[in-house]
């Protein structure tokens, strides 16, 4: 019933902070269009500095960041910090915390992640340039995804929403490896060697079962500008950081519980006066009551209360901003066109079809196999319309758009493109899985 609820409390967070991320999404592209749209991309192309004398934590190669690039490489840090949590936490205690959970939504990442690269791969002009964003058609928004699949609220069966759930989970975690392995510059081993030692602090920090937040967050900040210039994509930082952060208490629940269990027990019961109910306690009630909240603020790891300190940042701030200042697009400036060509059809084929066939392929075969089997209450039609809402690709692919293509002499066309793509393939995709989801979910709860 605990794990349930849980579950149902994540779902309720990203369907919320989808509405917020769809809004932004729509804003940046009235924005991009508008007459304002000149001061519009201007406004991201403003310097930035966090300065202590000669020192600009906002600096790359010696040079200060702009506010797009502050958005991209900073503020997605953090979120990436909260997606390293998400996973660090299924992977212990939630829906990859065994093999027979973890398996059908990882074989479905597999899929998910592998056939999109192949169809952009066969479908994209042989350019080097636009082949470099072949990875990003492999990325399932997971906050667009389940806002989409809450619109049939109790009529998806509790397994296909866990499903979902954990398949966009195992697909962040994908993501992240291809950042890391394929999204870096020429390596400074200076910077390199620094960022390592604030690893092996974060390290030795969980192994010594260090609690205090400000001790990762300093190390990680100290992390994030060593990684910036030191050629590996800062936002792994933030991934870094999150898997050291301990997922248990120093000296386990049980002393915790004790404790404030014996205080309530001996709590006298609280007189009040006066017309506003004004509580009169005395010297040893209020040291019971402080040590109840501290033994209570202790029964929650580092991890958890990381994770939920930083969720309406995630969602209502950086990811709503990182929206407005990437999907805007120039419409005017290209070819409508060109959503049936080059790299934004790749796109809308990677997410629309690649996604589609790869995770519900890889999922057949394996339940076919007897490895898994279909999530609980689910039947092969209603697992298919679930399988076409992974094409909804938003934030991640966008973000990867912008590590392949921003950085070209020719980027601001292909990014364009392909973003364009993007928005047309996540919309397509959930659209179609909307009408497939109404046919074949059960009319009733």
């Known amino acids: 019933m605990t794990h349930n609820y ?19 999404a729509i804003l940046a592209l009235i924005f991009a269009n508008s007459p304002l749209k000149d001061e519009f991309f201007s406004f991201w192309n403003q310097e930035v500095c966090l300065s202590i004398g000669e020192f600009n934590l906002f600096s790359h ?36 915390s065994s093999a027979k959970k973890a398996m059908l939504p990882i074989i479905g990442a597999c899929g998910g992640m592998l056939i999109p690269v192949l169809f952009f791969w066969l479908t994209c002009p042989n ?42 989970v195992a697909d962040d975690l994908g993501g992240i490896i291809v950042i890391a392995l394929f999204y870096s510059s020429t390596i400074d081993l200076n910077y390199l ?14 192994n010594r079962k260090i609690m205090s937040k400000n001790f990762y967050l300093v190390t990680g900040l100290v992390l994030w500008y060593f990684m910036l210039n030191s050629g590996i994509h800062s936002t792994i930082a933030g991934v870094i950081v999150a898997f050291c952060v301990p997922g248990s208490l120093r000296k386990g629940a049980t002393r915790y519980i004790e404790r404030i269990k014996e205080n309530i027990n001996t709590f006298n019961e609280v007189h009040t006066v006066g017309k506003h109910n004004t509580a009169i306690l005395t010297n040893e009630e209020i040291h019971k009551l402080k040590s109840i909240e501290s033994a209570a ?18 969602g209502y701030f950086i990811i709503p901003l990182f929206a407005f200042a990437n999907v805007g697009i120039d419409l005017s400036a290209m070819n409508i066109g060109s959503i049936f060509s080059g790299i934004g059809l790749s796109v809308i084929i990677g997410l629309v079809a690649g996604k589609f066939i790869g995770v519900f392929s890889f999922s057949w075969i394996a339940i076919k196999l007897g490895v898994v089997q279909l999530p609980q209450g689910a039947d092969w039609k209603s ?14 692919s966008i973000f990867i758009a912008d590590l392949s293509y921003a950085a070209l002499g020719s980027g601001v066309s292909l990014l364009s493109e392909a973003k364009l793509g993007i928005l047309c393939g996540s919309l397509l ?17």
């Open 383 to 396: 697992f298919a319309s679930v399988c076409m809402l992974c094409g909804i690709g938003l934030t991640v």
């Open 193 to 206: 060697m620094l960022a390592g030692a604030c690893v092996a602090l974060l390290i030795i920090g969980n």
């Open 61 to 96: 190669n010696g040079h200060p960041m702009t506010l797009i690039q502050v958005i991209n490489d900073f503020l997605m840090a953090i979120f990436f910090l909260s997606v390293g949590l998400e996973i660090k936490r299924e992977i212990l205690v939630g829906e990859l």
């Open 297 to 314: 603020d202790k029964l929650i790891s580092p991890l958890q209360e990381f994770e939920d300190s930083l969720h309406n940042i995630i």
């Open 127 to 168: 350019n080097p340039d636009m082949m470099r964003g072949v990875a990003i058609p492999m990325a399932t928004d997971i906050a667009f995804s389940l806002g989409v699949l809450s619109i049939f609220d109790k009529r998806v069966p509790i397994g296909l929403k866990i499903f979902l759930a954990a398949l966009a």
């Open 6 to 24: 849980s579950f149902k409390s994540m779902v309720k967070k990203y369907v919320n902070s989808s509405v917020v991320l769809i809004v932004c």
């Open 429 to 445: 995709s959930a659209i179609i899985g909307c009408l497939l989801l109404n046919r074949f979910l059960p009319k009733e709860a």
